[in-house]
């Protein structure tokens, strides 16, 4: 567990969490803690003990804003793609009029991004350094959407350059991975909303309205991904599309090389017969002219075909 006073954006170490307490004469404290820290936050801060039960859920959590006597606590889901696989990592925010506590299981990188904004911006409140947290979370979205709409038009390419069987299975897993996101970002954006619309007595009147701007951000991600669905959907058509044409390909080569066997196969059948007299069949060069009349009928049907493009 990190604390730390913030004062127009520069930090200072906490040792004692009792001093976090007392609203300090100037700046907010911001508690980084692990899940684990609750038993400690829980009685210092009056935490409810249905937000801690949220906390230590190892469930995906569905993104929400509570709001309590003392504190409001929010849930918002980080973003991490990561070997063409999509990572939601639930981020807990207790805000209180002087503090703000975040709580994680895993590592969150928006935790570490967001200091250079602190300071960048002078943040001396712990509603802006929410509002600041929120705006990043969903930003990042953005950057996992530009990866996956690249994974896409690179698997179209792949597709229609040369169709492979991993290719489906490609498919199918990234469609999964995008309508699992999507019923995520619902909630999200609606929680976001609400912290626009609903009177929040914690956070000022007037920071609330920047949260449209992040709302009209997370519906833009909403709609992002919604396309990214039918992108998948029509890979999918696309692949299959891919594999009957090459089977097509296929049959039209091999019905190709049927025909071209058919009038051979006439003629090795006729000579092949039991009848005492065939035209050149006992003639000294009747097999030689024989052969030279079938490779010439073989490669002359060949020149044909391959004329209509149809090899």
């Given amino acids: 567990m990190k604390i730390r006073l913030v004062r127009q954006g520069v930090f200072t170490t906490v040792e004692d969490i009792t001093e976090t307490l007392i609203p300090p004469d100037e700046g907010f404290y911001w508690i980084d803690a692990d899940i684990d ?33 003392s504190h409001y606590f929010l849930v918002i889901n980080s973003i991490r793609f990561d070997d ?17 506590i975040t709580v994680t299981r895993q590592k969150i990188n928006e935790l570490r991004s967001i200091k250079p904004i602190l300071w960048e911006q ?6 802006r350094l929410m509002y600041h947290l929120v705006d990043i979370v969903v930003d990042n979205y953005f950057s996992v959407g530009d990866r996956i709409e690249a994974r896409i038009e690179q698997l179209e390419e792949d597709i229609l350059m040369h169709t492979k069987k991993s290719h489906l299975t490609e498919i199918i897993g990234l469609r999964s991975e995008i309508l699992w996101l999507k019923k995520v970002l619902g909630p999200q954006r609606d929680v976001i909303a609400t912290l626009n619309k609903r009177d929040l007595r914690l956070i000022d009147h007037q920071l609330q309205k920047y949260f449209i701007d992040i709302h009209e951000n997370a519906v833009k991600i909403y709609e992002t991904f919604e396309t990214y669905r039918d992108l998948m959907g029509n890979l999918r058509e696309a692949y299959q599309s891919s594999v009957a044409n090459r089977a097509n390909e296929i049959m039209r080569v091999f019905t190709a090389l049927t025909t071209i066997f058919m009038p051979l196969t006439f003629l090795t059948g006729v000579y092949g017969m039991n009848f005492d007299y065939i035209p050149g069949m006992h003639d000294q060069y009747g097999s030689v002219v024989l052969l030279c009349i079938m490779i010439g009928l073989g490669f002359g049907m060949f020149y044909i075909f391959r004329k209509k493009d149809w090899l």
Avoid: S
């Fill in 122 to 127: 002078e943040v001396n409140t712990a509603d």
């Fill in 84 to 100: 063409e696989e999509i990572f939601l990592r639930a981020l807990n925010v207790f805000l209180g009029k002087h503090y703000l």
């Fill in 37 to 69: 820290d609750l038993v400690v936050l829980q009685p210092l801060f009056g935490i409810h003990d249905l937000a801690v039960e949220d906390c230590m859920t190892e469930e995906e959590q569905r993104p929400k804003l509570e709001v309590y006597e």
